[in-house]
């Protein structure tokens, strides 16, 4: 099929009339006919849509009767679309919109930050500056991003760079900042009594080693010794003494208690943001009524996506949970499992880094409580801040 | 067959076709002939061909 037909052809009838010279005017002329076949009185045949006026008027002069038969191509199935007024206005707005919607944000570029990188640098550029998908993005407002970002403590670089729609987000993540050495100018005493296991002394003199007993506030680590020939030298005391030490702690842990529990009503909240534009959706009564103190909010940020695309409308939704103050009853597997983890968080409190090498527990189970006491065998630096 | 340098079609219908050229009449017979394409000196013919006659001279 030629070109032509897929575009705008014609498929006629010529008949009556001097037909044979209606085919040597069109060739003469320059009118190219294709696919001309004999019809009893004339012939049939198709031409450029654009070239039929020409051949009508030569059909005139030499008195055939032209009649289309078929209009084909792509231009004939477009034309009753370019006829109606609507698409030329939609198409008139949809211009000047589409590059005035270059402004907005419709992608965010995030590079190679982790999943939850991500998702904190997304909720520090929306709460602190509001750049989101759908704002209109302007220099000011990269900066104040760029800033937002660094100032979060997550990155210790940030860069936003805006493009045609996309905004790229570039940030390194802050490493820990690298210990400054600062030794002390007194003698470093003991936290606590305990075997000692290493010694990894940084300046100074060490006073203990490896395999030694020391007891609370016994100088480890000291500021000066003496040369052989009596001369004092004097550096600051800094280093590490891991020992072995044992430490104790007891809970009481009542069999019934009073606990604030979730009752299963909620109120839910739903704020739809379209770019700097907020209204408050009506919300979602699961059956809460009020307020009351021990009430959890919980807030979650819905993006609406289209196939990975990013729309300009976000949904807040903020689901208020009520708990009330109520009676837990544990049993006694219950209340063990609540003493341990309560001792366990002293632990951490007191002695963070430790690692555990043993412990001996001692369970006391009396009527209305039950009684947890634990020896912990601890591994940890004992040298006094 | 394709056919060039002629000067106006005589007469066409499926079993003939009749060219006049400069010096002189062919004329082609044969079945179910149509024309592919027609352009200002060149005709494409498509059919099945039994015999082509060339006459010297124009007849009016």
Redesign the interface.
């Known amino acids: 099929m030629e070109v032509v037909q897929l575009w705008a052809g014609v498929s006629f009838t010529a008949r009556n009339g001097n037909t044979e010279e209606l085919l040597n005017d069109a060739a003469r002329t320059g009118i190219y006919l294709s696919k001309i076949q004999p019809l009893p009185g004339g012939f049939s045949g198709r031409c450029a849509a654009w070239r039929y006026r020409r051949l009508a008027a030569l059909a005139r002069r030499n008195r055939v009767r032209l009649q289309v038969q078929r209009r084909r191509g792509l231009f004939f199935c477009l034309r009753p679309l370019l006829r109606r007024t609507g698409l030329w206005v939609g198409l008139a707005l949809f211009v000047p919109l589409l590059l005035w919607s270059r402004n907005l944000v419709w992608a965010v570029d995030y590079g190679e930050l982790t999943a939850g990188q991500q998702a904190r640098a997304a909720a520090v550029l929306r709460e602190e500056t509001g750049l989101e998908p759908g704002t209109v993005v302007s220099q000011d407002l990269l900066t104040a991003g760029e800033y937002a970002l660094l100032k979060s403590g997550e990155f210790s670089w940030a860069s936003l760079n805006f493009f045609g729609g996309r905004l790229e987000v570039e940030a390194a993540p802050a490493k820990q900042v690298p210990a400054i050495f600062s030794g002390k100018l007194q003698t470093l005493h003991a936290k606590t009594g305990g075997l000692v296991t290493e010694v990894n002394l940084k300046s100074g003199t060490a006073l203990v080693v490896p395999g030694q007993q020391v007891e609370k506030d016994q100088p480890l680590i000291g500021t000066s010794r003496t040369e052989r020939d009596g001369t004092p030298i004097f550096a600051p005391a800094a280093g590490v003494v891991m020992a072995q030490f044992t430490w104790d702690t007891a809970c009481d842990q009542p069999l019934a208690d009073q606990a604030p529990l979730l009752t299963g009503k909620t109120h839910t909240r739903l704020r739809l943001s379209i770019g700097r534009l907020h209204c408050t959706l009506p919300g979602l009564d699961g059956g809460l009524v009020g307020p009351t103190p021990n009430d959890v909010e919980i807030t979650r940020h819905l993006q609406l996506e289209l196939f990975g695309l990013p729309l300009p409308v976000a949904v807040d939704e903020t689901t208020r949970y009520q708990r009330r103050i109520r009676e837990v009853t544990y049993s006694e597997d219950g209340a063990l499992a609540m003493a341990r983890f309560k001792c366990l968080e002293q632990l951490a409190e007191a002695w963070p880094d430790a690692e555990i090498v043993a412990q001996q527990e001692t369970v006391d189970r009396q009527a209305h409580s039950l009684h947890y006491a634990v020896t912990y065998t601890l591994l940890d630096n004992i040298v006094q801040d | 067959m394709e056919i060039e340098h002629f000067r106006?079609?005589?007469?066409?219908?499926?079993n003939k076709l009749c060219l006049e050229l400069y010096g002189g009449t062919f004329t082609v017979y044969g079945d179910q002939?149509?024309?592919?394409?027609?352009?200002?000196?060149r005709?494409t013919l498509q059919g099945r061909f039994v015999r082509t006659d060339f006459t010297d001279g124009v007849d009016a």
């Open positions: 106006r079609i005589r007469t066409y219908d499926q002939m149509q024309i592919l394409s027609l352009a200002a000196h005709i």
